[in-house]
């Protein structure tokens, strides 16, 4: 019989699920992970809903850094941030073929195997959102200081955003605001940055504030600037959308 392990959408979630299926000490092809519930059960299958536990996702996590090397482990990390159910199957299979391998460390390179295939294209997938959104994101100052942008990826990448804005602007106040998701990355002048929800109580609404006088003329002069300086002869629409798909304009300040 088949069994299915329902996983939370996270790190913790889904490490905790592999964790599990080794577990049963079942066969692997026997065992699933699934990624969140499914509407559509399948006959002559056992469900189980896992419940995150940190310590056996911190296992997880340190089984894979050692057989598979750093670089690997942030591959599925970011493939764990992409928005697609499947993620959850693809990773627990490339890890149960990788450890069967002679040299683990290897595993990435293995592309003929369709679960390293499809980690390694979520981690394409995420990966290059986060690269875009480095310099797409807008930051406008509130009139206490406080730096404030408005995201809204299709993959949760605000854990990968934080450290480049951290490195950049360690002297601010700043907060990066996944509406889709809910998520707030908090970073405290020269401190370190870290990561809220609104489930847990934190709401930070730009509405309750004012933008200061200086980011008033700035967001103005730059838009001023952005709808002046092109060349009206060499506009090319279908050109800019594929550099700066429309998606991501709703929270640039340019396109307001």
Known sequence: MELYLI???????????????????????????????????????????????????VKVARTIGQKF????????????????????????????????????????????????????????????ETHLLTGFIRFQELENGILY??????????????PHFADRFPMENFVIHDEKRGLYGLHPQKKKWYVVTEAEGFEFNPADHTYSEDEAIYSELFTMFFHTIAIEDRKNPKLHRNILPLRYREYMVEFK
């Open 7 to 57: 996983c939370e959408d996270s790190l913790e979630g889904i490490f905790t699920g592999i964790y599990e299926a080794y577990v049963t000490k079942r066969p692997h092809d026997e065992v699933h992970i699934q990624v969140g519930e499914e509407e559509n059960l399948r006959l002559f299958a056992e469900y189980r809903n896992i419940t995150p536990d940190p310590a056996k996702a």
């Open 69 to 128: 090397g750093g670089e690997a482990y942030m591959s599925i990390c970011r493939a764990l941030a992409a928005e697609d159910n499947s993620k959850g199957e693809a990773i627990y299979k490339m890890i149960a073929g990788g450890l069967s391998m002679k040299n683990p460390n290897d595993i990435m390179g293995n592309l003929a195997d369709p679960y390293v295939l499809k980690v390694f294209e979520l981690d394409r997938f995420s990966g290059r």
């Open 149 to 162: 942008s408005r995201i809204g990826p299709k993959n949760n990448v605000l854990t990968f955003l934080m």
